[in-house]
């Protein structure tokens, strides 16, 4: 059983990642039907929190179905840092997670997310003042490095066991690599069979399929997975990840009807959270990948980028339903 403090996750646990723009509400709650075990909020800017930033204030809504649930914050002021930590830990989740692995340069270039492995002495003790000023569990997700010369995981590794985090998720690339090239897991597992990690490591990048990840699960020996892109419009490879683990068998892929329902589902939801104009505009760029590989849905993605209203969207999906399943049969 893989537990972070008093928090139990199963045998082999599956992460939906951290991903602005994405993992917001709506998303995470197809996800947490479809078998995620622990999801995380979007990265929060802690300057935006100390401010009562309105985008940063509403990233905090976590709702009980999503449990258990961690807000992650980012910044490069340790005051800041440690001051966020205190109002996401009033929205009363079950962890606190740092970004110590954004890639993207107005983050990483200032000091924050990837940016502080340039500097392990300084996340060691922004990492040390969060822990002690929190009450809930504190884990962190970063990267290999800065770039290849910069790779020093394993003392990562130690120095924040060694100042209370209770779980670890590694992305297998470097500040550098952004997300290109390959995932190296063989620093993560280095991290994973280091005698004097005891806390959970959770493996990272590239796993977007069962039999990937149940390799990735043998030969590196991660104590779970965390999933980011992979799932953006394919909420379902959690739970096939899962059969796949346990039974050796594949199930079979979501038929047009289902991957219609979803995407009401989330449209739904996007539109409650967010309100109709925001929520029809940002639940576009999911439409491509909720229905990839289904013949010719093109001419349908463009209507549902272009439709601004809800009944004129869902209008769309319920013709994709009933047009191209006709065309499938």
């Known amino acids: ?8 996750l199963g045998d082999f646990p599956l992460l939906l990642a951290p991903m602005e723009d994405v993992s917001d509400p709506p998303f995470r709650a197809v996800c947490k039907e479809n078998g995620a075990d622990l999801m995380y909020t979007e ?59 954004c890639p993207v340069k107005k983050v990483a270039c200032k000091g924050a997310g990837a940016g502080i492995l340039l ?23 970063t990267r290999l490095g800065w770039d290849d010369s910069t790779i020093k995981i394993q003392e990562v590794a130690k120095r924040l066991q060694d100042v209370g985090i209770q779980a670890l998720s590694i992305h297998g690339r470097t500040r550098k690599q952004m997300y290109k090239g390959v995932a190296n897991w063989d620093y993560i597992a280095e991290v994973k069979n280091d005698p004097s990690i005891h ?15 149940l390799e990735y699960k043998n030969k590196y020996g991660v104590d779970g997975i965390m999933i ?29 009807a289902e991957r219609v329902a979803i995407a009401k589902k989330h449209l739904a939801f ?49 013709e994709v339903n009933e047009v191209l399943a006709a065309d499938l049969a």
């Open 43 to 101: 990265f929060i800017s802690s300057e935006g929190l100390i401010r009562n930033a309105a985008k940063s204030v509403q990233k905090l809504d976590i709702y009980d179905y999503e449990r258990p649930i961690g807000i992650q914050i980012f910044g490069d002021k340790i005051d800041s840092m440690r001051e966020a930590a205190a109002i996401a830990e009033e929205a009363d989740p079950e962890i606190i997670d740092i970004n110590y692995g």
């Open 228 to 256: 980011g892109r992979a799932a953006i419009g394919y909420p379902w490879i959690f739970n096939e990840i899962k059969h796949y683990i346990a039974t050796g068998e594949k199930l079979a892929a979501p038929d047009l």
């Open 119 to 141: 500097d392990l002495p300084k996340m060691q003790e922004m990492t040390a003042e969060i822990v002690k000023q929190v009450n809930k569990p504190v884990t962190v997700k």
């Open 199 to 213: 806390i959970p490591i959770f493996g990272n990048g590239d796993i977007d399929s069962p039999e990937k990840a």
């Open 270 to 318: 996007s539109i409650e959270w967010k309100g109709e104009k925001k929520g029809i505009f940002e639940m576009r760029r999911h439409y491509t990948n909720y229905f990839k590989g289904i013949y010719n849905f093109k001419p349908y993605r463009t209507r549902l980028v272009e439709g601004n209203s809800y009944q004129e969207v869902l209008d769309t999906l319920d």
């Open 1 to 8: 059983m893989v537990k972070i403090g008093n928090i139990e």
